[in-house]
T-cell receptor, first 109, second 115 residues
Framework: GQNIDQPTEMTATEGAIVQINCTYQ??????LFWYQQHAGEAPTFLSY??LDGLEEKGRFSSFLSRSKGYSYLLLKELQMKDSASYLC??????????WGAGTKLIIKP | ETGVTQTPRHLVMGMTNKKSLKCEQHLGHNAMYWYKQSAKKPLELMFVYSLEERVENNSVPSRFSPECPNSSHLFLHLHTLQPEDSALYLC??????????????FGPGTRLLVL
């Protein structure tokens, strides 16, 4: 079967750095997405990786290793507004998105 | 604002009611999706419309019925639902058929409670 694993919950301190990991086993690979979802709101697109390596977008970076079936989302200089759930999703060989259950990130002052 | 709107935002219905959820996208996309989001579970894809053609999803109960009258609008008709259908229903759209990301953009969702 197809599976996306990410931690259920993480806690970090304002101003610090946090890394949210995602491992996947899917039938084929056509890209990996990270989304942010604040409570009661729509998931919003953060990043897309299809080749190995690091993609940087301001305070957020996303890394991919296809050979290891692994990605992480790195958040720097954490702010209180970063408290949200972070969803990892992989597009499989049928171009369907397979979703993880999300990681709830709690930022403490 | 992601360019995808959904109404209503909240809905409470009895098991014998009939209601419809509406989604509209203002992004010029050619694919639209319905997802179910339950607490601490992955997003569950319910239906996909690509170029206004429905992609069958046999695992969704027949008490959920989608309708896509044009590329900008998507409905989910609900009838004789069960309490376990209570969840957040998300609509998304994307531009498919082109190489690259084909990122999905989500609406804010309808929070449904079935009593």
């Amino acid at each position: 079967g197809q599976n996306i694993d990410q931690p259920t919950e993480m806690t970090a301190t304002e101003g610090a750095i946090v890394q949210i990991n995602c491992t996947y086993q899917t039938s084929g690979f056509n890209g990996l997405f990270w989304y942010q979802q604040h409570a009661g709101e729509a998931p919003t697109f953060l990043s897309y990786n299809v080749l190995d390596g690091l993609e940087e977008k301001g305070r957020f970076s996303s890394f991919l290793s296809r050979s290891k079936g692994y990605s992480y989302l790195l958040l720097k200089e954490l702010q209180m507004k970063d408290s949200a759930s972070y969803l990892c999703a992989v597009r499989d060989s049928n171009y369907q998105l397979i979703w993880g259950a999300g990681t709830k990130l709690i930022i403490k002052p | 604002e992601t360019g995808v709107t959904q109404t209503p935002r909240h809905l409470v219905m009895g098991m014998t009611n009939k209601k419809s959820l509406k989604c509209e996208q203002h992004l010029g996309h050619n694919a639209m999706y319905w997802y179910k989001q339950s607490a601490k579970k992955p997003l569950e894809l319910m239906f996909v419309y690509s170029l206004e053609e429905r992609v069958e999803n046999n695992s969704v109960p027949s008490r959920f019925s989608p309708e896509c009258p044009n590329s900008s609008h998507l409905f989910l008709h609900l009838h004789t639902l069960q309490p376990e259908d209570s969840a957040l229903y998300l609509c998304a759209s994307s531009q498919s058929g082109t190489s690259g990301e084909e990122t999905q953009y989500f609406g804010p969702g309808t929070r449904l409670l079935v009593l």
